[in-house]
């Protein structure tokens, strides 16, 4: 599948990894503009069927008025499945959870069983596969290459930066799943800020909405609000998601912020993400 779609000056296709693992669908879009010298900025983001449209369309939009928005023309490159529904959730499950992981009951009845664990596969895939087929397409500027996940995608980016540090300059993490699986994410951070090794300048933003761990005004009386306020105390999205960008901080040469997005919650602030992400990669240097 190689096809211009119906996203405005967006392709896409499939690509299978060596591994023999099924392929990923790749939403590309790339500028029209005259490449800067140096290449253009680049943003990678997860889960893109669910946010594809929204990504291009804020690029689109803004990118087309630099002096007015502070956004400078980019390529972006989404990562997907091919499939026509917004998530491939027993894929991105392997994909986006870092390892060891465990195994989980079937999400539908005589489904495949869920594992997780599967995020440095899926990291090599993005460095040894699909960062070289991008740039046989375009001019790339190596030192501005940032990527963006939301929820597991937003775990796998904090993976992604405390394994492979030097693949990204720009780490968008939202809403990140720092609870998962016993918050081992948050052992891989202590041990990548203790590491007395050097490590690559870069910008790492971590985001949350507001009723990630709150109920919202209008879940309150609701049916499930015993049950979706019990889910908030455990996964603290926000507090705990604050408290991984204050950490980060604390690297030299790292700079780490945390910011809020109001009247957001977890499904809600992926536009707003996404709008933050693409100003985090594409913002006037």
């Known amino acids: 599948m190689n096809s211009q779609g119906l996203?405005?000056?967006t392709?896409?296709?499939?690509l299978a990894p060596a591994s023999q693992m099924p392929p990923y669908r790749i939403f590309l879009r790339i500028p029209k503009e005259v490449p800067p010298p140096q290449g253009w900025p680049i943003l990678y983001f997860l889960d893109a069927n669910a946010v594809v449209g929204t990504?291009?369309?804020?690029?689109?939009?803004?990118?087309?008025y630099p002096l007015g928005t502070g956004i400078m023309p980019g390529v972006l490159v989404g990562i997907g499945y091919p499939t026509p529904e917004a998530y491939d959730s027993v894929r991105r499950s392997w994909d986006m959870?870092?390892?060891?992981?465990?195994?989980?009951?079937?999400h539908t009845p005589g489904g495949p069983e869920v594992r997780t664990g599967g995020a440095d596969h899926f990291l090599a895939f993005i460095e040894d596969e699909l960062k070289?087929?991008?740039?046989?397409?375009a001019p790339i500027d190596a030192k501005r290459q940032a990527i963006f996940g939301h929820s597991f995608g937003g775990l796998f980016v904090l993976h992604a930066l405390f394994r492979r540090p030097d693949a990204f300059s720009t780490w968008i993490a939202a809403s990140p799943a720092i609870w998962w699986e016993?918050?081992?994410?948050v052992d891989e951070a202590e041990r990548f800020v203790a590491r007395a090794e050097a490590k690559p300048p870069g910008r790492v933003l971590v985001i949350a909405g507001e009723y990630e761990q709150r109920l919202a005004p209008f879940q309150?009386?609701?049916?499930?609000?015993v049950e979706r306020a019990r889910g908030h105390e455990e996964s603290r999205i926000v507090d705990n998601a604050r408290a991984m960008a204050e950490r980060l901080a604390s690297v030299p040469g790292l700079a780490a912020s945390f910011q809020l997005l109001e009247g957001e919650n977890h499904m809600s602030v992926l536009p707003g993400a996404v709008n933050q992400a693409v100003r985090f990669a594409f913002g006037a240097p």
Do not use: H, K, N
Not at 132 to 137: E, L, V, Y
Not at 182 to 185: E, K, L
């Open 7 to 9: 996203i405005p000056d």
């Open 11 to 14: 392709i896409c296709f499939d």
């Open 55 to 64: 990504a291009v369309d804020t690029v689109r939009v803004q990118a087309a």
């Open 97 to 106: 959870g870092p390892p060891p992981g465990q195994t989980y009951p079937p």
């Open 132 to 137: 070289p087929q991008i740039a046989s397409r």
């Open 182 to 185: 016993g918050a081992g994410i």
């Open 220 to 225: 309150i009386g609701a049916i499930d609000a």
